[in-house]
């Protein structure tokens, strides 16, 4: 089993949808999670920040982590055509500072 | 914020040559990391420095890679010689500690031939 497991899609939605994006692990040393959005032949650029269980918000972006069951998520509230890219999610914890992504995940939104 | 600068963008090579790779992280960023990721695949780290020393390179296959940041801001990436195997995008991301944040560059997309 990978340490991060993370459904590759694609995902295809209409403007305006809400978009679930979503990541599982096996790590219980985890303790830093963060999503990345990567454009087409782009650098992953870090979306959001969180650190053990909770939700934050920012904007239309709300990430969740829940440790208990080993389950991250990203939601996209009124997603624009913009938001077209891969999400990667990431995580770290324990003594080695070592930052395990997950495969990514290729979202289209239709205008 | 400023963007980690890489260079070159693309780099096309035959197979048994050397290449190289050139970050410039955000200046005072303490923190740089080159990864490598293969298409379809998410990141995965080769080499992690904290100022000019490594403090992992457990994943980088020392037999062609090698890596080194002389004075603590700008690194090399070198691969010698290249395998088709190779082709990938190297990305250098930069933090100001060793859990941070981390912000990629926008990376070096190499193709073995």
């Known amino acids: 089993q990978k340490e991060v497991e993370q459904d590759p899609g694609p995902l295809s939605v209409p403007e305006g949808a809400i978009v679930s994006l979503n990541c599982t692990y096996s790590n219980s040393a985890f303790q830093y999670f963060m999503w990345y959005r990567q454009y087409s032949r782009k650098g992953p650029e870090l979306l959001m920040y969180t650190y053990s269980s909770g939700n934050k918000e920012d904007g239309r972006f709300t990430a969740q982590v829940d440790k208990s069951s080993k389950y991250i998520s990203l939601f996209i509230r009124d997603s624009q055509p913009s938001d077209s890219a891969t999400y990667l999610c990431?995580?770290?914890?324990?003594?080695?500072?070592?930052?395990?992504f997950g495969k990514g995940t290729l979202l289209t939104v239709n205008p | 914020e400023a963007e980690v600068a890489q260079s070159p963008r693309y780099k096309i090579t035959e197979k048994s040559q050397a290449v190289a790779f050139w970050c410039d992280p955000i200046?005072?960023?303490?923190?740089l990391y080159w990864y490598r990721q293969i298409l379809g695949q998410g990141p995965e780290l080769l080499v992690r420095f904290q100022d000019e020393s490594v403090v992992d390179d457990s994943q980088l296959p020392k037999d062609r890679f090698s890596a080194e940041r002389l004075k603590g801001v700008d690194s090399t990436l070198k691969i010698q010689p290249a395998e088709l195997g190779d082709s990938a995008m190297y990305l250098c991301?930069?933090?100001?500690?060793?859990?941070?944040?981390?912000?990629f560059g926008p990376g070096t997309r190499l193709t073995v031939l």
């Open positions: 200046s005072g960023r303490a923190t």
């Open positions: 991301a930069s933090s100001n500690e060793p859990r941070g944040e981390q912000f």
């Open positions: 990431a995580m770290t914890g324990g003594s080695n500072y070592k930052l395990t």
